[in-house]
C-alpha cells in the first residue's frame, strides 16, 4: 500500500515550512530535508510540513532512539512494507505536538518561574523538560491556567497538587485504553492476517477515539457535580450553624482498609489473570457498598482497597456489608480495618497516622473479620452493630497497645 496520506485530511491540518518545522520537530533544517528525500516525510506541493508530518518526525527520533537505520526505514516505506500513512488519520490529531513557545518564554509571559510550568511536563511521566525546550501545544492551556491561579493568590504547591493529580488520574485511564485497544482490536485483527498499520488507521479509531475524549470529559463533569455539590453542603451548614439554625456533629472521619485473605498465595497458584479477575470482582463489590453508605475508594492496592467515610458508623455498617458481599459472590474471604481521626488530604489521596493505623488494624484481622478502633466506636454510638472487645495488640508501626473491637451485625 503506498504511503500517501488522504487528501481529505491533509488540506485541514496546520501546516508550517521548513524553518519552522525545524524548530518544532527537533531535526535540523538538512535533516528534514533527508526524510524527505527518503520518502519518510511527505510536505506538500508548497514545502510546507503538516502536524501529520511533525508527528512522523516525532516517531522517526523514537525509532532512531531504538536503533532502527533511517535508509532502511526509508526503503521499506518505498516499497510498502511498512507505512507510516495511519498517522495521518483524523485520530491522531489529539497527539500533542511541538508549539511555537518554549517553557522559558511562556514563564516569563504569565511572570511565573518556569519551574512551575517544567511540572507539567514531569506530570505527564515524560522525560524532564529544560527550560528552553518547546511547550507542546496541549501544555499551553496549563501556562493559562498558571497565570489564573497565580492571580487568585494560589499557592504554588496548590496547584502543583491539581496538575500532578490530574497527570496520575489521566495516565491510568489512558493506559487502561490503550491495553484494551491492543487486546480488543490490534491482536485479534493481526491474527486475521491485518496489517497494525491499516488497523490504526481505520474508522473504527477516530470514531472510538471522539466518543472516549466525550466520555472522559463527562465523566470529569459527573465527578465534579459530586465533589462541588459536597463543597456546597458543608459550607451552607456552616453558615447555618453560624447563624444558630444548624448544628452540626463534629465527628472524625474514619479510614477503612478491605482486603482479600490469601491473595497472594492464590496469584502464585492460579496466575496474574486470575488475579486480576478477582480483583475486579472485589472492586464491583466496594463500589457499590461504599458509595450507599456515603463512602469512597481512594485506592486500589492489588489484593484490596482503602476507602475514606466522612462518617464513623456509616463505615462500620458499609465494612459488614462488604464483608458479607464478598462471601456471598464466593471470593477469599475479605478482612476489614478501620480507624477514625484527622487525615490530610493531597493529590487525590490521603496521608496522616489515622491511616497508617487502619492499615496495620486491617493486616491483624482474620478472615471474615472487621475490626475497628475504640475512636471508631466513640464517632459510631448510634449505629445498631454490636463491638466485641478482642483485648489489647500491638501494630507492627504503632507506639505502644491499642484495644481493638470486632464489629458484629446485631440481625
Not at 33 to 58: E, K, N, V
Not at 60 to 86: E, K, P, T
Not at 119 to 132: D, N
Amino acid at each position: 500500500m503506498p504511503d500517501a496520506p488522504p487528501a481529505a485530511y491533509s488540506s485541514a491540518v496546520e501546516s508550517w515550512d521548513i524553518a519552522e518545522t525545524a524548530k518544532r520537530s527537533g531535526f535540523t533544517e538538512e535533516e528534514l530535508l533527508r526524510l524527505t528525500q527518503l520518502g519518510i516525510l511527505r510536505p506538500d506541493a508548497d514545502g510546507r510540513f503538516s502536524s501529520a508530518q511533525l508527528r512522523r518526525a516525532g516517531l522517526v527520533q523514537s525509532l532512531v532512539a531504538a536503533g532502527i537505520q533511517l535508509d532502511g526505514l526509508g526503503a521499506a516505506i518505498r516499497d510498502g512494507s511498512v507505512s507510516l500513512a495511519f498517522l495521518d488519520a483524523p485520530a491522531f490529531e489529539r497527539f500533542a505536538t511541538p508549539s511555537g513557545s518554549t517553557f522559558e518564554e511562556e514563564a516569563q509571559r504569565i511572570g511565573a518561574p518556569v519551574e512551575q510550568l517544567l511540572l507539567v511536563r514531569e506530570a505527564t511521566g515524560s522525560v524532564p523538560a529544560r527550560p528552553g525546550d518547546r511547550m507542546r501545544d496541549a501544555e499551553l492551556v496549563y501556562a493559562d491556567l498558571l497565570e489564573i491561579g497565580i492571580a487568585a493568590g494560589f499557592r504554588p504547591s496548590a496547584i502543583e497538587q491539581m496538575v500532578r493529580a490530574q497527570g496520575d488520574a489521566l495516565r491510568r485511564i489512558t493506559e487502561t485504553e490503550a491495553v484494551l485497544w491492543q487486546s480488543e482490536v490490534i491482536e485479534p485483527a493481526v491474527r486475521s492476517g491485518r496489517r497494525p498499520d491499516d488497523i490504526l488507521g481505520a474508522e473504527i479509531g477516530d470514531r472510538m477515539s471522539e466518543r472516549t475524549e466525550q466520555a472522559v470529559l463527562a465523566m470529569y463533569h459527573l465527578q465534579q457535580t459530586r465533589a462541588w455539590t459536597a463543597n456546597l453542603i458543608e459550607g451552607l451548614e456552616q453558615q447555618l450553624a453560624a447563624a444558630g439554625l444548624h448544628s452540626r456533629l463534629e465527628r472524625p472521619p474514619a479510614m477503612c482498609f478491605i482486603d482479600l485473605t490469601g491473595f497472594t498465595r492464590l496469584t502464585q497458584e492460579h496466575g496474574d489473570l486470575a488475579a486480576a479477575d478477582l480483583a475486579g470482582s472485589l472492586g464491583r463489590i466496594v463500589q457499590r457498598s461504599s458509595v450507599h453508605h456515603g463512602g469512597r475508594p481512594v485506592k486500589w492496592l492489588g489484593d484490596g482497597v482503602m476507602l475514606h467515610f466522612a462518617d464513623p458508623g456509616q463505615a462500620v455498617l458499609g465494612a459488614l456489608e462488604m464483608v458479607r458481599a464478598v462471601t456471598e459472590a464466593e471470593l477469599p474471604p475479605a478482612h476489614v480495618g478501620l480507624h477514625a481521626g484527622p487525615v490530610i488530604f493531597q493529590a487525590g489521596d490521603y496521608y496522616g497516622s489515622t491511616v497508617n493505623i487502619a492499615s496495620r488494624i486491617s493486616d491483624h484481622a482474620g478472615p471474615g473479620q472487621v475490626l475497628v478502633s475504640q475512636a471508631v466506636i466513640d464517632a459510631a454510638a448510634d449505629v445498631d452493630v454490636r463491638f466485641t472487645d478482642v483485648g489489647q495488640v500491638e501494630l507492627k508501626g504503632v507506639a505502644g497497645v491499642m484495644t481493638l473491637f470486632e464489629a458484629v451485625p446485631v440481625h
